[in-house]
C-alpha cells in the first residue's frame, strides 16, 4: 500500500459514523458496525466516570460516532447518539428537556412553564437516612395514603368524606379508626365541636338519652340537662 493510501485509510478512519451492534454491560464496551467494519470491543463515553459516576449503556440499533485514535480503529472510542429514523428524539419542543425510556416512561421538565412530570413509571423509591422535606403550598395525592410510623399535623385538619360510603361512617366526614395495636387508646387534648348530626359513644346518642332515676329538666324536650 501507498503512502497516499495509508494517509487515506487512516484518515477515512479517524471518525466513522456506526450502529450498535453488540453491548457487553459487564464490562462496559460494544462493538459498532460502519458500513461493512464491525469493530472489536470499544469503550463507550460516559458525561462522568470519576467519584461521580454516570450509567446509560448504549442500545443496539443506536447511532453512534466511532473516534478512532491515529486512525486504528481497534483503540477507538464511542460517542453515543445520533439520533436516527429507527430511534428518533422523543420531544421537538425547545423549552423541553426530556428522557424516554423504553417501557414508555419519560422524564420531561418545560423550563419555559416551570413543570416537571414523572410519567408512565409503575413504582418510585425516595430512601434518606435523615429527612426528606416538600416544601410548596399545596400537596395532592389522588389514590390511598399508608403511614408506617407516626403522624404529626401542625395545622388545622378538614374531611371531606363522601356522605353515601354505604352507611359505613355516622357522618359526611366519612372517618373510621382504632386507636392502637388491637384497639389501645385514643387521646384528644382540647375543645371539640360536633355538629349537623348524632354523636354515639358505645351505642348511646349523647344529645338525647336519658337515665333512669334522674329528675329530667325543665325544657319541653325532656332531655338531660
Known amino acids: 500500500m501507498n503512502q497516499t493510501a495509508e494517509h487515506s485509510r487512516i484518515l477515512e478512519s479517524l471518525i466513522r459514523i456506526g450502529t450498535v451492534a453488540e453491548v457487553d454491560h459487564t464490562n462496559a464496551l460494544c462493538r459498532v458496525q460502519s458500513g461493512e467494519l464491525?469493530?472489536?470491543?470499544?469503550?463507550?463515553?460516559?458525561?462522568?466516570?470519576?467519584?461521580?459516576r454516570i450509567w446509560s449503556p448504549p442500545s443496539v440499533?443506536?447511532?453512534?460516532?466511532?473516534?478512532?485514535?491515529?486512525?486504528?480503529?481497534?483503540?477507538?472510542?464511542?460517542?453515543?447518539?445520533l439520533f436516527s429514523d429507527a430511534m428518533p428524539a422523543p420531544s421537538s419542543a425547545a423549552t423541553v428537556t426530556c428522557v424516554a425510556f423504553p417501557d414508555?416512561?419519560?422524564l420531561s421538565y418545560n423550563h419555559d412553564s416551570g413543570a416537571l412530570s414523572v410519567t408512565g413509571i409503575k413504582t418510585a423509591l425516595i430512601q434518606a437516612?435523615?429527612?426528606?422535606?416538600?416544601?410548596?403550598?399545596?400537596?395532592?395525592?389522588?389514590?390511598?395514603?399508608?403511614?408506617?410510623?407516626?403522624?404529626?399535623?401542625?395545622?388545622?385538619?378538614?374531611?371531606?368524606g363522601k356522605a353515601d360510603v354505604l352507611g359505613a361512617f355516622s357522618?359526611?366526614?366519612?372517618?373510621?379508626?382504632t386507636g392502637g395495636e388491637g384497639g389501645g387508646a385514643t387521646t384528644i387534648t382540647g375543645p371539640i365541636t360536633q355538629s349537623g348530626g348524632?354523636?354515639?359513644?358505645?351505642?348511646?346518642?349523647?344529645?338525647?338519652?336519658?337515665?333512669?332515676?334522674?329528675?329530667?329538666?325543665?325544657?319541653?324536650?325532656?332531655?338531660?340537662?
Open 61 to 81: 440499533g443506536e447511532q453512534v460516532i466511532l473516534f478512532s485514535q491515529s486512525g486504528e480503529v481497534g483503540a477507538g472510542v464511542v460517542l453515543p447518539g
Open 38 to 52: 464491525l469493530t472489536d470491543w470499544l469503550p463507550w463515553l460516559t458525561p462522568r466516570a470519576g467519584k461521580v
Open 104 to 106: 414508555g416512561a419519560l
Open 171 to 177: 357522618y359526611a366526614a366519612g372517618m373510621s379508626g
Open 129 to 160: 437516612s435523615d429527612s426528606v422535606t416538600v416544601d410548596c403550598p399545596e400537596t395532592t395525592t389522588t389514590g390511598n395514603l399508608t403511614v408506617g410510623g407516626d403522624l404529626v399535623i401542625k395545622g388545622d385538619s378538614t374531611f371531606k
Open 198 to 225: 348524632a354523636l354515639t359513644s358505645n351505642g348511646v346518642v349523647l344529645h338525647d338519652h336519658t337515665h333512669d332515676k334522674v329528675q329530667r329538666g325543665n325544657d319541653s324536650t325532656g332531655g338531660p340537662k
